[in-house]
């Protein structure tokens, strides 16, 4: 069964850091896109950053030179590292096993992480 596990949340202030990991189970991060999500109060969960299966990477405009994803294909895990936090940043954070169209599984989502960046 496939498990992804958020970690690394918490309350920070403007201009600090946070590492955000994904670690994954019943699958390997290796062979998929992974994702990061987020979703604040009363918005649509948008895209924050993605990583393909042949590693590279898209993200979202308002994260690019804060936000770094990356994984450790020998823990099985997925980071995003945020830095130079800002207020709006504040949401949950999900991370996502993209679909595949050559494996031909679907989407899996994990239960996300509250990162809150206060002013």
């Known amino acids: 069964q496939v498990q992804l596990v958020e970690s690394g949340g918490g309350l920070v202030q403007a201009g600090g850091s946070l590492r955000l990991s994904c670690a994954a189970s019943g699958s390997m991060v290796s062979m998929y896109a992974m994702g990061w999500y987020r979703q604040a109060p009363g918005k649509q969960r948008e895209l924050v950053a993605i990583m393909t299966s042949g590693g590279s990477t898209n993200y979202a405009d308002s994260v690019k030179g804060r936000f770094t994803i990356s994984r450790d294909n020998a823990k099985n895990t997925v980071y995003l590292q945020m830095n130079s936090l800002k207020p709006e940043d504040t949401a949950v954070y999900y991370c996502?096993?993209?679909?595949?169209?050559?494996?031909?599984?679907?989407?899996?989502w994990g239960q996300g992480t509250q990162v809150t960046v206060s002013s």
């Open positions: 996502k096993r993209e679909r595949s169209g050559v494996l031909k599984t679907p989407d899996y």
